[in-house]
């Protein structure tokens, strides 16, 4: 499929369903971002049609699955409080590892950083004191002072 029938399916969507978001506004109580929406949905039917052999650009499909998974990052930074904001790194390689495992198959040693960023993290957390606070600050504040 050319890549510019794929731009052109995620403006079709963003029109369909910004009209769908405006008419049944009162219906939702929560809103959505009908661009995450409309690339979430153009990666989705793109996966299906990758595993029935009808589409082949996983790149393509790799940058829209992270534009998903970047979106839900954005979610949890501006829902979390800044205690757990101390999680956004395993996070972030999280989602990365999922698309990842999805379009090339699951591996076992990625697996286990993951389990063992986790750990580290979760020790530093249920950890952080009056000394480590400087260190926890730091992990939070990382993406801020740039």
Do not use: Q
Not at 22 to 34: L, Q, T, Y
Not at 105 to 132: D, T
């Amino acid at each position: 499929m050319e890549f510019y029938f794929v731009l052109g399916g995620i403006l079709l969507l963003f029109f369909v369903l910004l009209g769908i978001k405006e008419f049944f506004s009162e219906k939702f109580k929560k809103k959505f971002c009908v661009i995450c929406a409309s690339v979430t949905l153009t990666w989705i039917i793109l996966l299906a049609l990758n595993l029935y052999g009808l589409f082949d650009d996983k790149i393509l499909l790799g940058i829209l699955m992270g534009h998903t998974s970047l979106g839900l990052f954005y979610i949890f930074e501006s829902n979390a409080s800044e205690k757990v904001k101390v999680f956004r790194l395993p996070l972030l390689l999280t989602f990365i590892s999922i698309i990842y495992f999805i379009l090339s198959g699951f591996e076992k040693i990625s697996f286990f950083i993951l389990i063992g960023l986790w750990f580290i993290f979760s020790v530093i957390f249920i950890f952080s004191n009056k000394k480590s606070k400087s260190f926890v600050n730091k992990l939070i504040e990382c993406c801020r002072n740039w």
